[in-house]
């Protein structure tokens, strides 16, 4: 795995990629790309932090794993590639923006829209097999992950975390909800949408901060 990663993140993480985890989770990762079928592509592993450098990160969001269907994952979490289908987690994204904005919903899936107005969109585990949720967990990526959460949560404050389920929710321990703002909700999935995530109101809620603070809200 080449740690191709955008400079701010590169200086910001150098410690991590030297850990004894790290090289471990490198080789497994460079092994399962030879002799697997992986997604995302491999030069999109670390394209969350290509799109939003660490000095622009006004927002967060967690998801928990890359989409595992063929041409879907991108390497920012929700996010499809333009032309494919909406997965239900990302309609009902959508669908709440529209009711919580009034804005339509757009013509693709692509949050890189988002990315560059300084929206992190960052998955747990950064890579997985194709038609296998979950199988490159517990390999690494949390760690490095949560030592992304830990280094955002030290050195920047004002940032908006949106935690969607209880697998994110476990991340705002790591920070500071005095100097932050952290909005917790159900995951937008359909299993659990409708127990709170339709209603939640986080994109006003996210803009009404970030303004209150004197920068952008972001464009949805």
């Known amino acids: 795995m080449n740690v191709n990663i955008e400079e701010s993140w590169r200086?910001?993480?150098?410690?991590?990629?030297?850990?004894?985890?790290?090289?471990?989770?490198?080789?497994?990762?460079?092994?399962?790309?030879?002799?697997?079928?992986?997604?995302?592509?491999?030069?999109?592993?670390?394209?969350?932090?290509?799109?939003?450098?660490?000095?622009?990160?006004?927002?967060?969001?967690?998801?928990?794993?890359?989409?595992?269907?063929?041409?879907?994952?991108?390497?920012?979490?929700?996010?499809?590639?333009?032309?494919?289908?909406?997965?239900?987690s990302l309609v009902n994204i959508f669908k709440e923006i529209k009711d919580d904005l009034g804005k339509?919903?757009?013509?693709?899936?692509?949050?890189?829209?988002?990315?560059?107005?300084?929206?992190?969109?960052?998955?747990?585990?950064?890579?997985?097999?194709?038609?296998?949720?979950?199988?490159?967990?517990?390999?690494?990526?949390?760690?490095?992950?949560?030592?992304?959460?830990?280094?955002?949560?030290?050195?920047k404050q004002g940032v908006v975390y949106l935690l969607w389920g209880s697998y994110a929710q476990k991340k705002a321990s790591f920070v500071d909800d005095k100097s932050n703002l952290i909005l917790k909700a159900p995951h937008p999935s359909p299993l659990s949408s409708y127990r709170g995530f339709f209603g939640c109101k986080h994109f006003s809620r996210t803009n009404a901060y970030l303004e209150e603070k004197g920068g952008d809200g972001i464009e949805w």
């Open 104 to 155: 339509d919903i757009p013509p693709n899936g692509s949050l890189d829209r988002w990315a560059q107005q300084g929206v992190l969109l960052l998955n747990a585990t950064l890579t997985v097999r194709a038609h296998q949720a979950g199988s490159h967990q517990n390999k690494g990526w949390e760690e490095f992950t949560n030592a992304v959460i830990h280094q955002l949560a030290s050195r």
């Open 11 to 88: 200086e910001v993480l150098k410690e991590e990629f030297e850990k004894e985890y790290f090289k471990g989770l490198t080789d497994f990762v460079k092994e399962e790309y030879k002799t697997q079928t992986i997604f995302p592509a491999g030069n999109n592993i670390f394209r969350a932090f290509d799109q939003c450098a660490f000095d622009d990160v006004k927002v967060v969001i967690l998801g928990q794993d890359p989409y595992h269907g063929p041409g879907q994952a991108n390497g920012l979490c929700f996010s499809v590639k333009e032309g494919m289908p909406f997965p239900p």
